[in-house]
């Protein structure tokens, strides 16, 4: 009968134990767990953000100068871009500027008739896309002519044109505007006296010598592509 207490008691230290160690593992099982999916967590990689789509490098452009009515004839032209250089093709009416039929007019009574030049150009751009600020050498040809219907002549003159030029081009989108002063030296090459209108005194005029140090300016309106 004295023995059964302390059976009773043995038993209930026994249980005790068993639910300390029943809760220990289940508290380790817990923490494992959770250190578990925090490696897995930090494991996984950040999501990466694909890249932006990069600018279309412009390739060319085309281009009209209207500037050129008043100065020495309105320009339209090409232009082929290598990355940051680029090479431009154009044709001028001559005679349709106001400044140039002013100066090729040999005298009072000489009117210009059709004038004009074609050239190219070499330029760099100090930013990419072929705008912003630029700097080019250029060539041009010019043919003119002047015709006196009073005294039944023309005159005829070719000039080379060879020149330096600076400018800033600004884009609006795929159209931008530009301006550029140019400095250059007109020599005249070739020149010759007609006769017109049955005139048959063409052998007592000659031409006048336009050979001159120059300067002009274009503001180009164009479209990128």
Same mark, same amino acid.
């Given at each position: 009968?004295?023995?059964?207490? *302390?059976?009773?008691?043995?038993?209930?230290? $026994?249980?005790?134990?068993?639910?300390?160690?029943?809760? #220990?593992?289940?508290?380790? +099982?817990?923490?494992?767990?959770?250190? +578990?999916?925090?490696?897995?967590?930090? =494991? +996984?990689?950040? !999501?990466?953000? #694909? !890249?932006?789509?990069?600018?279309?490098?412009?390739?060319?452009?085309?281009?009209?100068?209207?500037?050129?009515?008043?100065?020495?004839?309105? /320009?339209?032209?090409?232009?082929? @871009?290598?990355?940051?250089?680029?090479?431009?093709?154009?044709?001028?009416?001559?005679?349709?500027?106001?400044?140039?039929?002013?100066?090729? /007019?040999?005298?009072? +009574?000489? *009117?210009?008739?059709?004038? %004009?030049?074609? @050239?190219?150009?070499?330029? %760099? %751009?100090?930013?990419?896309? &072929?705008?912003? !600020?630029?700097?080019?050498?250029?060539?041009?040809?010019?043919? /003119?002519?002047?015709?006196?219907?009073?005294?039944? $002549?023309?005159?005829?003159?070719?000039?080379?044109?060879? *020149? $330096?030029?600076?400018?800033?081009?600004?884009?609006?989108?795929?159209?931008? &505007?530009? #301006?550029?002063?140019? &400095?250059?030296?007109? &020599?005249?090459?070739?020149?010759?006296? =007609?006769? $017109? =209108?049955?005139?048959?005194?063409?052998?007592?005029? *000659?031409?006048? =010598?336009?050979? /001159?140090? %120059?300067?002009?300016?274009?503001?180009?309106?164009?479209?990128?592509?």
């Amino acid at each position: 009968m004295e023995v059964r207490p *302390e059976a009773r008691k043995g038993k209930s230290s $026994i249980s005790r134990w068993g639910r300390c160690v029943l809760g #220990a593992a289940c508290a380790a +099982t817990l923490l494992a767990a959770g250190a +578990t999916q925090a490696e897995e967590a930090g =494991d +996984t990689p950040a !999501p990466v953000e #694909a !890249p932006a789509a990069a600018a279309v490098p412009s390739r060319g452009s085309v281009f009209f100068d209207p500037l050129g009515f008043l100065l020495f004839g309105p /320009t339209a032209g090409a232009e082929v @871009g290598f990355g940051q250089y680029s090479v431009l093709a154009f044709g001028r009416w001559f005679d349709g500027g106001l400044l140039a039929r002013s100066m090729f /007019t040999s005298s009072t +009574t000489s *009117e210009p008739a059709f004038s %004009y030049g074609a @050239g190219l150009k070499g330029r %760099y %751009y100090f930013r990419s896309g &072929l705008l912003g !600020p630029h700097f080019g050498l250029a060539f041009e040809v010019l043919k /003119t002519r002047g015709e006196d219907h009073v005294e039944k $002549i023309a005159t005829n003159n070719v000039v080379l044109v060879p *020149e $330096i030029e600076g400018g800033y081009r600004l884009g609006f989108g795929r159209f931008y &505007l530009g #301006a550029t002063g140019s &400095l250059g030296y007109a &020599l005249q090459v070739k020149k010759s006296v =007609d006769n $017109i =209108d049955g005139g048959d005194q063409a052998q007592y005029y *000659e031409a006048k =010598d336009y050979s /001159t140090f %120059y300067g002009s300016a274009s503001l180009d309106v164009g479209l990128l592509f």
